[in-house]
């Protein structure tokens, strides 16, 4: 059964276009992240949403916009595609963010390549 | 700021061979340290932690020490297998407001039969 799972796994596209990648958690978690990890595997966090609230935005493009729906959920969009966007994305969750339950479970990664 | 650095890699190793990977850490106040692995094609999990000075964590006969005085969490294994090639990141959770983690920027470790 999988804790965190993101779609899809691959995403190939465009300069310019939009896409969307959607995350879900069936951990019961209040606080899910979205990480950016580039070639070199750097991993930086770009956001976190606890119980569909934003808590914290990093210095990212207002191109990237999550969207928390409900908290089990948390979609990132991405408009106008740039090359420098191609990296892999990872959402992850927490039980909550008072830093109480330090472990972050990850999903698999969508790996995202801009032509 | 608060940072973390890792010993750059790759590491090649043979098995059995003894292991560590290096990791120091730059923070204000009194962060939590772990290390997290990510196997290919895979996200990263939690290796192990270690909450407050003087603490080891371990597993999987991975231990880390988290020692202030060097501000160092190095992570050591007696004796590699095939099985633990993949990239580990080092990462510390801190409180500025609201609790954040920051990685290391990984190091990959290959291991030979």
């Known amino acids: 059964d999988t804790a965190v799972s993101q779609t899809p796994k691959y995403l190939v596209t465009q300069m310019g276009n939009d896409k969307s990648i959607k995350c879900e958690q069936n951990?019961?978690?209040?606080?899910m992240y979205w990480y950016k990890q580039d070639s070199k595997k750097f991993l930086k966090i770009m956001f976190s949403?606890?119980?569909?609230?934003?808590?914290i935005n990093e210095t990212v493009p207002n191109r990237f916009s999550p969207k928390s729906p409900d908290k089990a959920h948390l979609n990132l969009h991405i408009n106008s595609l740039e090359l420098g966007d191609s990296a892999v994305y990872f959402c992850?969750?927490?039980?909550?963010?008072?830093?109480?339950?330090?472990?972050?479970?990850f999903g698999p990664g969508t790996r995202l390549t801009v032509t | 700021g608060n940072s973390v650095t890792q010993m750059e890699g790759p590491v090649t190793l043979s098995e059995e061979a003894f292991l560590t990977i290096n990791c120091t850490y730059t923070?204000?106040?009194?962060?939590?340290l772990f290390w997290y692995v990510q196997y290919p094609g895979e996200g990263l999990q939690l290796l192990l932690k270690a909450t407050k000075a003087d603490d080891k964590g371990s597993n999987k006969g991975f231990e880390a020490t988290y020692r202030k005085e060097t501000t160092s969490f190095h992570l050591e294994k007696g004796s590699v297998q095939v099985s633990d090639s993949a990239v580990y990141f080092c990462?510390?959770?801190?409180?500025?407001?609201?609790?954040?983690?920051?990685f290391g920027t990984g190091t990959r470790l290959k291991v030979l039969a």
């Open positions: 951990l019961g978690h209040d606080t």
């Open positions: 949403y606890n119980n569909k609230e934003l808590i």
């Open positions: 992850a969750s927490s039980q909550d963010s008072s830093g109480t339950s330090y472990e972050q479970y």
């Open positions: 923070a204000t106040g009194y962060p939590s």
């Open positions: 990462a510390l959770l801190y409180t500025s407001g609201t609790y954040k983690y920051i």
